[in-house]
């Protein structure tokens, strides 16, 4: 995520981080269900589309010009897989995280640092 905001910010700010935990994330976006956003990423354009899973990854990534390395995510033939693969992924995250950092999760993760 911090190489994402950094090539974001080379680019002119296109994308906007937000942390669901945050105190007032729930008054700023009501229509966002906060155990669903920790499923699964969830986005919105900036015409107020609701993007989520591979589909965020990937139009962040194409926002800072390096859309066509998530891609072939999105092919026909590898979205299936792919967004299965993205759920079981998910579902196990904070397993993975454990195992490869010693931490679980990081509710107050910043992308300052």
């Known amino acids: 995520m911090r190489h994402l905001k950094a090539l974001d910010q080379a680019r002119g700010q296109n994308l ?7 105190s007032d994330f729930s008054q700023r976006f009501p229509h966002v269900d906060i155990a669903e956003a920790n499923r699964i990423l969830h ?3 900036a015409d107020g589309t609701m993007l989520y899973g591979l589909d965020v990854t990937h ?3 194409s926002a800072v010009g390096r ?4 891609a072939p995510l999105r092919w026909p ?3 299936w897989l792919a967004d ?3 759920l079981g992924f998910a579902r196990y995250r904070n397993r993975i995280s454990k195992l490869i950092t010693g931490k679980e999760r ?3 993760c910043s992308l300052d640092e």
């Not at 906007?16 to 935990?21: G, K, L, M, T």
């Not at 859309?67 to 998530?70: A, D, S, Y």
Request: proline letters at 0%; hydrophobic letters at 55%.
């Open 16 to 22: 906007a981080f937000e942390n669901i935990w945050a």
């Open 77 to 79: 033939l590898l979205r």
């Open 43 to 45: 986005a919105q354009t």
């Open 84 to 86: 299965h693969g993205y």
């Open 67 to 70: 859309g066509w390395l998530t």
């Open 59 to 61: 139009a962040a990534w």
């Open 106 to 108: 990081c509710l107050e």
